[in-house]
């Protein structure tokens, strides 16, 4: 047994032990039953409204195991490094958001089945929600999905190789890391793996092809300029490729005149000279 499993199930008792605890779930990589000896336990929490504000959450969660660090990141999540470097994610909520949970969770993230999210629900409130999100992620591939991650790549590759010209070099190196994102969710609608979608660098290595990976390291860089500007040019070359590819298949439209300006003012060619 992996010491993360042995955690989820100190995690599962302790919530059958609370009964201020009105419902509990598990999300992330052990929830989507792709968990390793490296993931995190992530659970979101949901207490008796009145009974909230007087949980502990760094004593809660020292409950299931010792704990090295705890503290609230900047999105109001509780986190904890446990003494063997385990991480774990643990939102404590109120009973009544469980109302929030629904349908539009699947644009963001997805379950395989109730069994391996839920944890605990006396009510029956938060299985009846569930249900609305768990099963197969989402199809992906419509038209106004590609349009968007086109317009976003467009904006993103002007804007950090602005940024570059300007010689902000670490800035323009963070961009990268957008122009990046975009690049990745549109090989995966290419190569139709959309599974890690949220994160699409997740599981890059072996989800798409040979050929789309070592496309995408040339579009890579650390902080210096020539290897920043090679980057923008590798990135601007394959996502002009798969921009027109994803035309034919999806039936979207591009600005030309928009990317006739780009390529201009980032290799100094022209597509209809």
Not at 139 to 165: K, M
Not at 177 to 203: C, D, I, N
């Amino acid at each position: 047994m992996l010491r993360q499993e042995a955690l989820i199930e100190r995690v599962r008792r302790s919530c059958q032990l609370d009964e201020r605890l009105v419902a509990a779930m598990m999300y992330g990589s052990f929830a989507q039953s792709e968990g390793d000896e490296f993931s995190d336990i992530e659970f979101i929490l949901f207490f008796d409204d009145d009974a909230l504000k007087d949980v502990d959450q760094e004593e809660w969660i020292a409950r299931v195991a010792p704990v090295e660090l705890y503290f609230v990141n900047e999105f109001g999540v509780g986190m904890a490094i446990f003494d063997d470097l385990i991480r774990g994610e643990f939102h404590f909520d109120r009973a009544s958001d469980i109302a929030k949970v629904g349908e539009s969770w699947r644009s963001t993230d997805w379950l395989p089945s109730l069994d391996a999210t839920l944890v605990l629900d006396r009510t029956g409130e938060l299985t009846r929600r569930l249900k609305m999100v768990v099963g197969p992620p989402l199809d992906r591939g419509t038209p106004e999905q590609a349009q968007f991650l086109c317009h976003s790549f467009l904006n993103w590759i002007l804007f950090g190789s602005n940024v570059l010209a300007r010689g902000e070099l670490a800035r323009a190196l963070e961009y990268l890391g957008f122009v990046q994102r975009y690049l990745l969710w549109m090989v995966r609608l290419l190569e139709r793996t959309t599974t890690h979608w949220p994160t699409p660098s997740k599981a890059l290595e072996r989800d798409i092809s040979g050929a789309a990976y070592t496309r995408y390291a040339a579009c890579t860089a650390h902080l210096e300029k020539e290897a920043l500007r090679s980057a923008y040019l590798s990135a601007w070359a394959w996502g002009k490729e798969m921009m027109l590819l994803l035309t034919t298949q999806l039936d979207i439209i591009l600005p030309t005149t928009l990317l006739d300006r780009l390529d201009e003012r980032l290799t100094g060619s022209h597509r209809g000279s």
